[in-house]
Nanobody
């Protein structure tokens, strides 16, 4: 079991920026960010492959968020800009090894962080 620890959440004004960080206890092929707002299903935000060759974003954050990783630190980052109230959610880091499922299939991820809250108002 790989441990994931997120940090960087907080409260920010509309239009502001935040960067989330996640450090894993071991290297994983795909690292991703999901989010879940109250009363809503968990949704994929972005993912990145081990060599950073493949990145994916949900349509709702494309052009505003950027995912990156530092394999030397087993870390993944999510730079969020032009934040909107609808970005308010608990953000979770997730990791999996090479898998056939779509990048945003949450059931394919067996390793999850505890979450970090992002509030935009």
């Amino acid at each position: 079991h790989v441990q994931l620890v997120e940090s960087g959440g907080g409260s920010v004004e509309v239009g502001g920026s935040l960067t989330l960080s996640c450090v894993a206890s071991a290297a994983m092929y795909t690292m991703a960010w999901f989010r879940q707002a109250p009363g809503k299903e968990r949704e994929g935000v972005a993912s990145i492959s081990f060599g950073s060759a493949s990145t994916y974003y949900s349509d709702s954050v494309k052009g505003r968020f950027a995912i990156s990783r530092d394999n030397a630190k087993n870390a993944v980052y999510l730079q969020m800009s032009s934040l909107k109230p609808e970005d308010t959610a608990m953000y979770y880091c997730a990791a999996r090894n090479l898998h056939r499922s779509e990048w945003n299939e949450s059931l394919s991820y067996k390793n999850w962080g505890q979450g970090t809250q992002v509030t935009v108002s």
